[in-house]
């Protein structure tokens, strides 16, 4: 039952998402935004993270609430020249990464720290890029219990005119 109520969350949260970015039929096709929205539901339910939305990662750091943002683009390409404020990289691939070097892991766990507990928010370029998918699931796979990924990345972030911030 916790599946299934899972998967509706997170398939509601994805049309939601894609609703916002093409509105209802008005500049995509709605077999797009279902693909798209279906696509993140499935790597939701695979990788055993939840979502969070471009406006409660604002309210969140605004509260002050205490989170390891991790943005998984390219440093030269595009975390250099904006990123969420405090977020730290660690670039993943885009096509679903099923296994990585015992290097890759290790790298990854010093970023992520000791604390399994810790509040995790993953995010990417834009809704339909798999980067966050891995770099979620793969901080799950570490053992980590409380890790988001935020769908909209980026380009959501930005839309929203939420500040961001490049590596000077």
């Known amino acids: ?34 693909k798209v929205a279906v696509k993140v539901a499935r790597e939701t339910l695979k990788g055993g993270y939840r979502l969070v939305t471009t406006a409660t990662l604002k309210k969140w750091l605004d509260a002050g609430r205490k989170m390891i943002i ?11 020249k904006r990123h969420i404020r405090g977020a730290v990289q660690f670039e993943f691939p885009i096509p679903e990464a099923k296994t990585i070097t015992a290097e890759r892991k290790a790298k990854y766990q010093k970023l992520l720290g000791p604390k399994k507990g810790a509040l995790i928010v993953v995010y990417c370029g834009f809704v339909k890029c798999g980067r966050s998918h891995n770099g979620a699931m793969w901080a ?16 959501a972030w930005a839309e929203a005119g939420y500040p961001t911030e490049a590596v000077k």
Request: charged share 20%; proline share 3%.
């Open 1 to 34: 039952m916790r599946k299934v109520l899972s998967c509706l969350l997170a398939v509601g949260l994805a049309l939601g998402l894609m609703v916002g970015l093409g509105g209802c039929g008005e500049s995509q096709s709605e077999i797009k935004l279902e």
């Open 70 to 80: 991790v943005d998984t683009m390219p440093y030269e390409k595009s975390f250099k």
């Open 140 to 155: 799950r796979r570490l053992g980590y219990t409380n890790v988001y990924r935020h769908p909209g990345g980026i380009f």
